[in-house]
Every structure is written in C-alpha cells, then in structure tokens.
C-alpha cells in the first residue's frame, strides 16, 4: 500500500485469495478514514468484482492476475480493476429480474447488480490485453 490517498494491490497465480484484497481496501480506508458505511459498501464490491474474476474468469493457461488500484479524488473513491483474463464486460450483464420469484428466475447477476447499485459510475475497457472495470463512489462525510 502506499499513502492514504492512493494504493495499489496486485493477485497473482492460484493462491490469490479475495480475503487478501479485502485485508488491503480495510487498511486503505481506515488510513483514509473513510466512513464505515461507505468502507462495508466497498467491501462488498470489491469481494464481487475480485471473486468473480477468479473464479469465473477463463485465464486460458495463463496464471491468474488481478490488480486493484484504489484512489481518493475529488471527493470520491475511485476503484480500478484489472484483469487478464478473457474479454468479459460485467456491465452487459441484465439485471436480475427481482420482480420474480427467486425459483422463477435465472441464476447469477445478482452481484454485478449490487455492485452497480453500490456505485454511483461505472465504466468497462478492454485495454492492452486485460478487464479494466472502473468503479467510482462519492465520499460523505
């Protein structure tokens, strides 16, 4: 980690583990004091968007890399996910119909809609080969 306002945290081969990225943004935020509703938010994003990619990603042989980049400016958090797997843009992916039945409706979703609705912007690129999913929250104090 470097200084409050910026961190970076790099998961690499088989034994990337979500709780290690998740011991990392808690120590971020705590630095940053960040308010503890907004740091459970971003918990819950970052176990999502990290478990998903390492669990689901299709890494074709290749070792699997992800790498969060964390910073606070003009009032905001801004969350940079990186990955190096297939080309996969989570922002595509259909809201889960929650007007339904939970037997009625077709599984998965539900964590790419909270962590849309935990975010105020999102953005996908696929850039230089990698997933780049950009997240972004307001901070209120």
Same mark, same amino acid.
């Given at each position: 980690m470097s200084d409050a %306002?910026?961190? #970076? *945290? /790099? *998961?690499? !081969?088989?034994? &990337? /583990? #979500? !709780?290690? &990225?998740?011991? &990392? $943004? /808690?120590s971020f935020a705590g630095e940053a004091r960040l308010p503890p509703e907004l740091i459970q938010d971003v918990l819950v994003v970052v176990d999502e968007v990290v478990a998903n990619a390492l669990r689901h990603g299709c890494f074709q042989g290749r070792e699997?890399? $992800?790498? @969060? %980049? *964390? &910073? @606070?400016q003009d009032g905001a958090l801004e969350l940079r996910f990186s990955d190096n797997a297939s080309p996969f843009d989570p922002l595509s992916v259909a809201d889960p119909a929650l007007d339904r039945p939970v037997e009625a409706r077709q599984s !998965? !979703? *539900?964590g790419l809609f909270l962590v849309r609705s935990l975010t105020d912007a999102q953005r996908y690129a696929r850039e230089d080969g990698r997933n780049v999913l950009i997240l972004r929250r307001s901070i209120t104090l």
């Open positions: %306002r910026t961190a #970076v *945290l /790099r *998961l690499q !081969g088989d034994d &990337a /583990r #979500v !709780g290690d &990225a998740l011991d &990392a $943004v /808690r699997p890399e $992800v790498e @969060i %980049r *964390l &910073a @606070i !998965g !979703g *539900l």
